[in-house]
Nanobody, 119 residues
């Protein structure tokens, strides 16, 4: 069993900051890509940022404001969100490609954490 548990969401005023965390636990042999996605009310889930050992990737709308980072020893990914805007309001989901012992890589999702940015 593998679990992804997010934390750090909440209510913040426009221009403020939040830091999301996501810890992976369970039967983990290795982790490839980790990332954050978000889904605003009435919209499809979209990629926010991903990170591997080689690079990071951001959706254009968050470049220069959000920073993704990773603690490989703790199997944890972070999303530092600065200069938040009301349009950043969404449920943020953690995603990871995880290989368990004796299995191929699989995609895992957290349950999501709500970020609300007030104007």
């Amino acid at each position: 069993q593998v679990q992804l548990v997010e934390s750090g969401g909440g209510l913040v005023q426009a221009g403020g900051s939040l830091r999301l965390s996501c810890a992976a636990s369970g039967n983990i042999f290795s982790i490839n890509t980790m990332g954050w996605y978000r889904q605003a009310p009435g919209k499809q889930r979209e990629l926010v940022a991903t990170i591997t050992r080689a690079n990071t990737n951001y959706v254009d709308s968050v470049k220069g404001r959000f920073t993704i980072s990773r603690d490989y020893a703790k199997n944890t990914v972070y999303l530092q969100m600065n200069s938040l805007k009301p349009e950043d309001t969404a449920v943020y989901y953690c995603n990871a490609e995880i290989r368990s012992i004796g299995r191929a890589y699989m995609d895992y999702w957290g349950k999501g954490t709500l970020v609300t940015v007030s104007s």
